[in-house]
């Protein structure tokens, strides 16, 4: 039987003032992960064209980038290298002198309080593209893992305080965890791309990485965007390996499995909100075919919604603007 004409749901709706009271899910700049990328060989930072309004920056003004982030109130970025030398081996990921281990550093030591996560995968260092040590034109997992344990360490020696392996290789929490224990380095903290999709919506950030394989796919090691129950058995794996933060990637198309994710275990959660759902706003709106700032916002808030602790976007400095806007007065 209808509560109706006693159950009037427009009455918390009638203003903005109750409607905000109300409001369940409160975006904030807080959430919000910073992608930053370092180029080595350039002079200047430099705009990706496919990812209008995000820019690749040189080694020395990678650290300024970093201070604008932070007094925006974003508390942490994630670090992506692109490198002059490429191999098979991908030893530019785990070198001393490599891009990634030198921003940290840099970063380290001009901004304060910020935390400093490094994206730990092949593929920009590889001469192949692919995510892992290629072994007879095949993907050979348990080296694999053994390079990105060198490559965590060697990032975690820069100073980064989350390492996030995104390779999907099997076990590579655990050998990752393993090696950083053993390094002396108990307290840097795991973030893996548990749940990381062969995801159309990548390309944006593969011209930007340059890290688009030479030769077949990445569908042998990342999920098919079919299967939810085998992404609940890489989170599950990836909590018995040791992580400390797990993720789901891409983030809007695959709502549903955030939701499930959070139900289910009891970890912090991060989405990645992926080059392509960034760049399907930008050039829509663009093209005067939707407001930019309001579907990024939608977008966003959906994802926390879903369950996401913390959002890795490339709107972060946009929405981390608009937030702070909204909520200081
Ligand atoms: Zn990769």
Redesign the pocket.
């Known amino acids: 039987m209808s509560k109706f004409p006693t159950v009037r749901l427009r009455r918390l709706r009638s203003n903005e003032s109750i409607r905000e009271l109300f409001q369940e899910v409160r975006l904030s700049e807080k959430d919000l992960i910073a992608p930053l990328f370092v180029q080595e060989g350039i002079e200047r930072a430099v705009e990706i064209e496919s990812l209008p309004g995000i820019f690749s920056f040189p080694l020395s003004s990678i650290a300024e980038e970093a201070i604008r982030i932070k007094e925006l109130g974003i508390n942490s970025v994630i670090i992506f290298g692109i490198p002059s030398h490429k191999d098979e081996e991908g030893s530019s990921a785990f070198d001393y002198n490599g891009i990634v281990q030198k921003a940290v550093r840099e970063i380290r030591k001009k901004v304060n309080d910020l935390t400093i996560i490094t994206?730990a995968?092949?593929?920009?260092y590889t001469s192949h593209g692919?995510?892992?040590f290629v072994k007879d034109g095949k993907i050979d997992n348990d080296l694999s893992i053994k390079v990105l344990a060198k490559v965590a360490v060697s990032q975690a020696e820069a100073g980064a305080d989350i390492i996030a392996p995104?390779?999907?290789m099997d076990g590579q929490v655990k050998a990752i965890r393993e090696a950083l224990d053993d390094h002396g380095f108990s307290n840097v903290s795991i973030m893996s791309y548990s749940a990381k999709f062969a995801s159309s919506l990548y390309t944006p950030f593969r011209y930007a990485a340059n890290?688009s394989p030479s030769f077949g796919n990445?569908m042998s090691y990342q999920l098919f965007y079919a299967n939810a129950r085998e992404a609940l058995r890489e989170i599950q794996l990836d909590i018995e390996e040791g992580v400390d933060i797990i993720m789901v990637k891409p983030a809007i198309a695959y709502l549903d499995l955030i939701y499930r994710v959070k139900s289910l275990f009891n970890l912090p959660l991060a989405a990645y909100s992926v080059s392509g759902e960034y760049a399907l706003v930008k050039f829509t709106a663009k093209a005067g075919m939707i407001d930019e700032d309001q579907v990024m916002l939608e977008f966003l808030t959906s994802i926390k919604r879903a369950g996401a602790d913390v959002i890795i976007t490339y709107f972060a400095k946009r929405a981390a603007e608009i937030l702070k806007d909204k909520y200081s007065h």
């Open positions: 994206d995968c092949l593929c920009q692919h995510c892992g995104s390779a999907m890290s990445r």
